[in-house]
């Protein structure tokens, strides 16, 4: 016997409807063809999510943009670190 595998979509819609709180778990679970616990799972993991959903998104920008930056100033510093021993040595091969 295979697991039933199910559409994100679907599993929205079951959340939704578990969420709105007009209809018992149960008679979800009879409606839907899903056991009681799938749909309380499913309806925790949305409620958990819903805040990101509200999200700007800007802050997982910015923070790959500082990242980016960091990475930039540590590349900077290397090369710099890299000219200068270049001056300092290349006087010797006069």
Known sequence: MSRRKFSKEFKAKVALEAIKGQR???EL?????VHPNQISLWKKQALACLPEVFGTGKD?????????RDRLYKKVGQLQVEVDFLKKNIGHLD
């Open 24 to 26: 018992t778990i149960n």
């Open 60 to 68: 997982h920008e910015a923070e790959r943009l500082e990242l980016e």
């Open 29 to 33: 679970a009879l409606e839907f063809g």
